[in-house]
């Protein structure tokens, strides 16, 4: 059974930073290295949005709105996938969710980031 898990949020002061991470397990590393992996973010009364994606060739592709702030990285040794989050602001509160597509698609539970003074 394949599983996503998120780690790394938290509160966190405007202007600061913060590295999330998604872990898969389940999953060969073959199967994971092929997939294409996402960040989505959602915050209260909002739809779920692309933050930030991640082709099998490390390609990547990143929301207008957080582009020069987040970064999103994978490491298929580890079947790993993060995102560092970097001059926070308090518009970036959400609950983040970690997404792969691996011909079928699994989501994580998401990891609570809350940007406030």
């Known amino acids: 059974q394949v599983q996503l898990v998120e780690s790394g949020g938290g509160l966190v002061q405007p202007g600061g930073s913060l590295r999330l991470s998604c872990a898969a397990s389940?999953?060969?590393?073959?199967?994971?290295?092929?997939?294409?992996m996402g960040w989505y973010r959602q915050a209260p009364g909002k739809q779920r949005d692309l933050v930030a994606v991640?082709?099998?060739?490390?390609?990547?592709n990143t929301a207008d709105s957080v582009k020069g702030r987040f970064t999103i990285s994978r490491d298929n040794a580890k079947n790993t996938v993060s995102l560092q989050l970097n001059s926070l602001k308090p518009e970036d509160t959400a609950v983040y969710y970690c997404?792969?597509?691996?011909?079928?698609?699994?989501w994580g539970q998401g990891t609570q980031v809350t940007v406030s003074s």
């Open positions: 991640i082709g099998s060739g490390g390609n990547t």
């Open positions: 389940g999953v060969s590393g073959i199967i994971f290295s092929r997939s294409t």
């Open positions: 997404k792969m597509n691996a011909g079928f698609v699994y």
